[in-house]
């Protein structure tokens, strides 16, 4: 029963009424038996300092952050984790006694979670799009020991950051979609991970497959393809990729590993039921 002494956890971000994190979170908090709910909170890019520090002052003790915020919350952070720092993007926010912030990302662990079954060392990726997301699907491509990878991106600005970011730990090259080399670099990956929100409800881009179908004439059956977005599930980019006989993956696992970390942080290491937020969203995809 939700009394005025229940605390909450939320998700910020722009757009969030997709957003099945409260249904898999209230699962695991129930089966818990903490005095906690989990709710989704829209804010607009110019309202999200007002929205996160007004959060501060009522009984909130922990945020999850998604698109477009994972960069733009570092400045309203006392202390950030040495992980946060290194992919520049927070994920996971937790409100200290003093009324502090403290920013983490637990979004690395989320994405390599349905990879580490697969032997992919000293393979190649593809990244699509060069935003937040992209940063910790990286950093979890250097950690399961992949030898390449290639972003591709729309944006010039983002994708040379990435790569001056990265280009000590792994090789690491960056093209734009125009580029006459695309072709030939996805008939050849191992593994394509789309980070971009092409495909996500309640969207309003146009494209249904990240920069659109003739992009994915050389697309190879043996490679895997990986689609962060979870709802809908799967997304129109990996239904075209089944079509071809790729092997592929939605975010539905990344969701809730990445999920379980977040409240793991919030409540001081409790361990927190997988399978238990898997059951709760299996009506809704």
Known sequence: MITSKTSFLALIGNPVSHSLSPIMHNAAIKYLGLDLIYMAIPCKNEDLEIVINSLKKM???GLNITIPFKQ???DICSEI???????????????????????????IDGF?????????????SLILGSG??????????????????????????SLEELINDFKNDIKIKGLLYTNTEIDDLIQKADLIV????????????????????????????????????????????????????CMTIDG????????????????????????VMHDALKKYL
């Open 252 to 275: 539905t696992q990344m969701l809730i590993a990445q999920g379980a970390k977040s409240l793991s942080f919030w409540t001081n290491g409790l361990e927190v039921p997988f399978e």
């Open 112 to 124: 390599i979670y349905p990879l580490k079954k697969l032997n992919l060392v000293k393979k190649n």
């Open 59 to 61: 009984n909130c003790k």
């Open 72 to 74: 733009k919350v570092f």
């Open 132 to 157: 937040g997301g992209a940063r910790s699907v990286i950093q979890g491509l250097i950690e399961l020991k992949f030898s390449k990878i290639t972003i591709i991106s729309r944006k010039r600005n």
């Open 194 to 245: 789309n980070t971009t929100p092409v495909g996500m409800k309640n969207t309003t881009n146009d494209d249904e497959l990240p920069f659109g179908k003739s992009f994915w004439n050389s697309l190879n059956s043996k490679t895997i393809v990986y689609d962060l977005i979870y709802n809908p599930s799967p997304t129109p980019f990996l239904k075209f990729c089944d079509k071809k006989g």
């Open 81 to 107: 984790s040495p992980v946060a720092k290194k992919v520049k993007a927070i994920n996971t926010l937790k409100l200290t006694h003093n009324k502090d912030w403290i920013g983490t990302n637990t979004d």
